[in-house]
Every structure is written in C-alpha cells, then in structure tokens.
C-alpha cells in the first residue's frame, strides 16, 4: 500500500539550515495499522505532511497505490489527499453548527462529489464507524469519542485506502481511546474494504496494539518495540520486531 524510500526533508539553510529527515525508509501493507514513535521534534508531523501530500520532500520517493510523489509541489498532489489519504487529528476539527452527517458529507462535496452522493457516502462512513443512530447530532450533542468517530468517518468517506492518524486519542479519556483503538483495528481488518493506518502517538499502550512499531529518532526510522522506543531495550526482556 505505502512504500517510503530514502524521503529527505531539510529546513533553513546556512547557519539556520536543519535537516529533520534523513533518508526515511519505511513500507505499509494493505490492512496494516503501523505505530509511529519518537522525541519531539523528530520530524514525525513532517513525515506524515509528505505523506499526505501537504508538503515536498526534498529528496526520495513515496509510492502510495499506484501513485509515485514525494518531491511535487501540494499543488500537484491534490489527488493524493482527495482520493488517497484521510488525516485524523487530536482535535476533531468539526464545524459546530453542522449535524454529523453534514460535517462527512461537506468535506466530499469539497472534493467535488454532488451533495445527493456526498450525504448517500457520509451515511455508509458514519455507519462504519458506529454511530447511525447519532447522524443527525451536533457536535455539542456528542461525547468526545463519538466527535472522534465523526472525524474518522469524514477521513474515509469516498473510500480512502489510507489514514494518517496524528494523536488521534490525546483529547479523549481511556475508554473513549480504547474505543477508537478497536475501531481502528476493525477498519484495518474489513475483509471487503481494509484499510492501512500510520499512528502517531506517545501513548505507549496504544502503540502496543498496532501490528507494527516504528521509531523515528535521528531523521530515519526503525523497527521498534515499546521497550527499545522508550530506552528500555539493555533490560531483561529483549527486542520484539
């Protein structure tokens, strides 16, 4: 699904000039849910905006399905975040006066799709997600969990094989978390539709229950466990790739 390969990115110059990816190797299969670790400041926001295709690389390449970008301007790119990537953030970023259903439908009709499809795909998304009984909420009528349900349905409507996560449970408590958590996995795992999922987190239960670790130290990433991401991995108890 996702191959990253030798990405690079660099800001400033001269005296200024920092390089935050060094040389980024990393691949995603169809269905996988990756968790991607590391300090702040590594770069890992920088990683998923190329990804996303929010910003250029300077330097390697990034196959996602049967597209090839990494160095190409946003602006041609638009194709990689209408069709290909769905973000979710920290912050559900719901326009409050919106019902659920309008809040997925508005961003397809932005993409261009009519607003009778638009509203048809946010009902199958916001189903997906578990919430058909709360489409025609507000956000303000909502748990936190359910406002993060609604983002999640709005970054797969239209059928977006792949999702950029970036702390998706920093604003929720530990069963809403674990909740989106599951759902997740049940995405992933959809024997008509899997989807694939980079996370982003510091949360190191979270991070345990993705298929894989990542850590992303020094402008390069590796495979990684909890006890190795965290300084834990010269303890009794070893290295699980």
């Known amino acids: 699904m996702l191959d990253v390969n030798g990405l690079t ?29 590391g300090p702040s400041g590594s770069g890992k926001s920088t990683l998923l905006n190329i990804i996303g295709g929010l910003l250029a690389g300077d330097g390697g390449s990034i ?13 041609n790119v638009v194709d990689i975040r209408r069709e290909y990537v769905g973000w979710i953030f920290q912050d559900f970023h719901l326009l409050e006066n919106l019902t659920a259903v309008d809040n997925v439908a508005v ?18 998304a916001l189903t997906k997600v578990g ?13 936190g969990g359910q406002q993060q349900r609604v983002a999640i349905a709005r970054a797969i409507a239209g059928n977006r094989p792949f999702l950029l996560a970036d702390e998706p449970t920093g604003n929720l408590d530990i069963a809403s978390g674990k909740e989106v958590l599951q759902l997740f996995k049940d995405l992933c795992h959809d024997v008509d539709n899997p989807i694939s999922i980079l996370m982003v987190t510091h949360d190191p239960d979270l991070a345990s ?33």
Do not use: C
């Not at 799709?113 to 638009?118: F, I, V």
């Open 107 to 124: 961003a397809l009709e932005l993409s261009g799709m009519s607003s009778k499809d638009s509203e048809a795909a946010a009902r199958v």
């Open 131 to 143: 919430l058909e009984d709360r489409m025609d909420h507000i956000p303000d009528q909502l748990s």
């Open 209 to 241: 229950n993705a298929d894989r670790m990542l850590l992303l130290n020094d402008g390069k990433t590796e495979a990684s466990d909890i006890r190795s991401a965290w300084g834990l991995d010269e303890e009794e108890g070893g290295e699980e790739e």
């Open 9 to 37: 990115k660099t800001f400033g110059s001269g005296s200024n000039r920092l390089q935050v990816l060094k040389g980024v190797d990393m691949s995603i299969e169809t269905g996988e849910m990756v968790a991607l670790m």
């Open 63 to 75: 196959t996602l399905g049967d597209r090839t970008y990494g160095q190409k301007n946003p602006s």
